[in-house]
RNA sequence: GGCCCAUUCGUCUAGUGGUUAGGACACUAGAUUUUCAAUCUAGCAGCGGGAGUUCGAUUCUCCCAUGGGCUACCA
């Protein structure tokens, strides 16, 4: 049989990274055996609906690759559908209509849980005879459609993941399947819509758990073939609750703006609750496809990782050709202002020459904004505990800067040059070459981290860096003066 | 309260009735180097607790603890 599977994300706000794991566990499955992956809308609460919320999961998961099927499904297109489908319940006496006020629901539950009873409906009108049905419906009262749980007996529930789960009758409730607003609610929808849909794989999270059997029975009752069903781990926050803002990203349109790459969250997000063997950690999209295996899932909920997702991503980002690293990085330094929009040829060639040296030292594309900006502004402000090893005298640094200064200038900026002309100043002086290389370094990049220095010097241009060496030297010595620092 | 799910290094995980319990991230050290990073090497670190089954349990069973979910006319 086909294997359709499908995610159904309902439209209240972005895709969370959580979902996007969902979906990408569906595809997988799907296109692994070959079969189909549709996307369906549950837009069946109207008061939680959010307007572009749809655009924003589509453009996520195509983001991430995830191509669906078909155009997608709306439920709020379908009402008919789970109408039809209750009205069959109904005129076989499988469900019901309830009366009962939210007022009373409300007083029903807390009556019940002071006596210490499953909380719950006490289903009222369960039992009604026709006449008082007929006088609610002549008074034209408002009413739910609910469903004739079993009373007793008990309903065994197969997970892929977990295996057999068994519940007693006698503890689930007369679940709501037509809500007042004639609107389905999400137990009806779900069982009607991968019955229509011929979905064969139910997979959505491990919160559902708790309603599999009355979905089944829901099955059931209208006649439907029951499909297996995966529920996934959860994605939890370091906190151990579910993954959210103040862990960090927590939507993918977050992670998509800090600059990860797709390849990255994807291979990272597969092994979050999944496992190939104890060996491989880099898989592309299609070898996901090729080894995932549901049954390989595991079962308990897992640590989002940022560390371990930094380091996939810096695995990513240094694969990527120049050309695409140009592409995907040039935003960036648009955003950040260093380069006009769009780029001149000058400021390309610019960008070109920095993202090697860069590459290996950024985890994300936002982090250009950061890393780069000696490259397009000289550094404001100096702190002179960097120009020196510890312990080191200032003055020291600042003789070496001044009487490098002359040499520089007769040198080439190329690497080679630069390399050779340092070289014969450390040994002419017999000056260490920290001791040489830190004082420009933090003179013409600000900071005592930066790329390779002669590849820096070379980047910065001449006319630049001998400025910047000049400026430090100026900064520095006013800096002694105010602060009387002499060490 | 009721029902349900889960539990191997800090994190993600592999694994088996007898293993030096394996890998990855993180961390530490070393190598390299002009710093940082990258890379390479090494190291640190784990079977929640208690019974039972067994010659032997991390592995099987039960109980407990802990964490999580559901208990809406939300999904």
């Avoid at 069946?44 to 995830?66: F, M, N, P, Q």
């Avoid at 929808?189 to 979905?215: L, N, Y």
């Avoid at 079962?299 to 695995?315: H, I, M, Q, R, T």
Wanted: aromatic share 12%.
């Amino acid at each position: 049989m086909l294997v359709r599977t499908r995610f159904a994300p309902s439209p209240t706000g972005h895709l969370h990274i959580g979902g996007l794991r969902s979906a990408l566990f569906s595809y997988l499955w799907a296109k692994k055996n070959n079969g189909k992956f549709f996307l369906r809308i549950e837009d069946t609460d109207r008061s939680r609906y959010v307007e572009g919320a749809v655009d924003s999961i589509k453009k996520a998961l195509l983001w991430a690759g995830l191509k669906w099927d078909d155009e997608p499904i709306f439920q709020s297109d379908r009402l008919d559908l789970y109408s039809k489908a209750a009205e069959k319940l109904l005129n076989e006496g499988k469900a019901y209509r309830c009366f009962c006020s939210e007022a009373r629901l409300d007083r029903v539950r807390k009556l019940r849980e002071q006596n210490k009873l499953p909380s719950g409906y006490d289903r009222k009108c369960r039992n009604l005879t026709q006449e008082e049905i007929d006088e609610h419906l002549a008074h034209g009262d408002p009413y739910v459609i609910r469903l004739k749980v079993p009373l007793e007996g008990e309903t065994i529930c197969h997970d892929l993941i977990r295996g057999e789960i068994r519940f007693d009758n006698n503890t689930l409730e007369d679940i709501v399947l037509i809500k007042s607003d004639s609107f389905p609610t999400y137990h009806m929808a779900h069982v009607v819509d991968d019955h229509d849909m011929q979905i064969t794989h139910v997979t959505r999270g491990e919160e559902w758990i708790s309603s599999m059997p009355v979905h089944i029975l829901l099955f059931q009752a209208l006649g439907y073939e029951i499909p297996a069903f995966v529920h996934f781990p959860v994605v939890l926050g370091k906190d151990g609750k579910k993954l959210s803002k103040r862990d960090g990203a927590a939507s993918v349109i977050d992670f998509i703006e800090m600059g990860y790459l797709p390849e990255a969250v994807v291979n990272y997000l597969a092994l979050l609750g999944w496992s190939y063997d104890d060996q491989k950690q880099i898989f592309s999209m299609d070898e996901l496809i090729q080894f995932f295996d549901i049954s390989k899932i595991s079962k308990a909920s897992a640590v989002f990782s940022y560390e371990k997702l930094d380091w996939y991503n810096g695995y990513y980002l240094r694969q990527l050709p120049l050309d695409d690293l140009y592409q995907k990085a040039l935003p960036y330094f648009i955003k950040a202002g260093y380069v006009s929009n769009p780029p001149s040829t000058l400021e390309k060639e610019y960008i070109l020459k920095i993202l090697p040296e860069i590459r290996e030292r950024i985890f994300r594309l936002k982090d250009i904004e950061s890393y780069c900006k000696f490259f397009f502004h000289q550094p404001e402000i100096y702190n002179p505990d960097d120009f020196t090893d510890k312990g080191r005298d200032l003055n020291r640094a600042i003789e070496i800067l001044k009487s490098i200064l002359p040499i520089l200038k007769e040198t080439d900026f190329n690497i080679q040059s630069l390399e050779d002309s340092l070289k014969i100043y450390i040994d002419k002086t017999g000056i260490k070459v920290k001791d040489c290389f830190m004082p420009i370094r933090v003179a013409v990049c600000g900071s005592k981290y930066s790329p390779g220095l002669f590849e820096t010097l070379s980047i910065l241009g001449k006319e630049e860096s001998l400025k910047r060496i000049e400026n430090a030297i100026k900064y520095l010595g006013s800096s002694q003066l105010n602060t009387g620092t002499t060490v």
